[in-house]
């Protein structure tokens, strides 16, 4: 598939965001500024961004825990992510969802949850949604391979077989749930699981490569827009911090040589290389771009700072279609 130069150094923009976000939030939970924890996408950036630039602006997608990193793969500003991270009431959903519950529908980001799969009913049904008002939507659905095994999502497949959804799901294998093994727990090949359900199956066998990944959920994401309903995507990738940070589990449960093959497949630095292989850009212009990204993360933390926290009156607000105060 032939991708403009622009196409190109925005892939390795939108994964410099993450992995800078990631990085910042990381320091801020350990030093309190972050209430709770966060699950950071570092080492994941090109699964992410591949498969969200694959679709369009006006598409749908659904994440799960490890989430900053797929709105900002849809193109939203840090800003409101960041001050959300921190409760403060200029956040994409006003403070209220922090980390685990981002948001942002200006983008087509329909949130995510700490629920393990909850989120994939939530992308079939704006399948459903899209089928039914016919304007040419497609859902992308984001889960780990710790959910690879939720009823959750084999009803929602075969909800979306049977009805010709226009819905991806794809599965981010890092191959660990929390310290879980994905061998240990996972019968067979995820994506085999698809025939299952009458759609196809793609395993992406190197979820470091962007382009590999955009190129299989692309051809996801037109058979979806002709109406040939979902496909199954796994991507095999890796996280490179912990299951979240400050999690202390008293055993590394990583064999070391593992974590060093993987932290070579820096997606970051792979693509870098190609970008300036193929004359996309000058190494002065790749530096100048993560140097860019790097002052973008900052002003997100300026934002942030500026932002007041919530007014506690609003405390019930947003938790009804109907305001508590208005029912009788």
């Known amino acids: 598939m032939s991708l403009s130069p622009e196409l190109l150094m925005e892939m390795q923009r939108r994964m410099l965001r993450i992995r800078r976000f990631d990085e910042r939030a990381s320091k801020m939970v350990k030093r309190g500024q972050i209430p709770g924890t966060v699950h950071t996408s570092i080492g994941q950036e090109a699964q992410v961004v591949g ?98 095994n939720q009823g959750c999502l084999y009803e929602a497949m075969n909800m979306a077989g049977v009805w010709d959804l226009p819905v991806i799901f794809l599965c981010e294998n890092n191959q660990y749930a929390l310290s879980t093994p994905a061998h240990t727990v996972t019968s067979g090949v995820i994506a085999e699981r698809a025939a299952g359900f009458g759609m196809p199956g793609v395993r992406v066998e190197d979820g470091q490569d962007v382009l590999a990944v955009y190129d299989a959920v692309s051809v996801a994401v037109e058979r979806a827009r002709r109406g040939e309903g979902p496909t199954l995507v796994e991507v095999v990738t890796y996280r490179f911090n912990e299951h979240s940070e400050g999690l202390r589990l008293g055993t590394d449960y990583r064999d070391a040589a593992e974590r060093a093959a993987w932290t070579e497949r820096d997606p970051i630095v792979l693509f870098r290389a190609v970008l300036a292989a193929r004359g996309i850009a000058t190494e002065d212009e790749l530096d100048a771009l993560e140097a860019d990204v790097l002052e973008e993360v900052e002003e997100s933390v300026r934002f942030t700072d500026a932002s007041p926290f919530p007014d506690p009156q609003v405390a019930f607000q947003d938790l009804y279609t109907d305001p508590i105060g208005a029912m009788s």
């Not at 793969?73 to 006003?94: H, I, N, R, Y």
């Not at 992308?123 to 949604?129: I, P, R, V």
């Open 51 to 148: 498969a969200c630039m694959a679709l369009g602006d006006a598409d749908y997608m659904s994440g799960n825990h490890r989430s900053h990193g797929h709105p900002i793969g849809k193109g939203s500003p840090l800003g409101p992510l960041m001050a959300e991270l921190v409760g403060k009431a200029d956040g994409v959903c006003g403070g209220k969802g922090g980390s685990l519950h981002l948001a942002d529908f200006e983008v087509g980001s329909l949130g995510e949850s700490g629920i393990v799969g909850s989120s994939i009913p939530i992308a079939t049904g704006a399948a459903l949604s899209s089928k039914v008002l016919g304007n040419g939507k497609v859902a992308l659905a984001f889960f780990g391979d710790g959910a690879a």
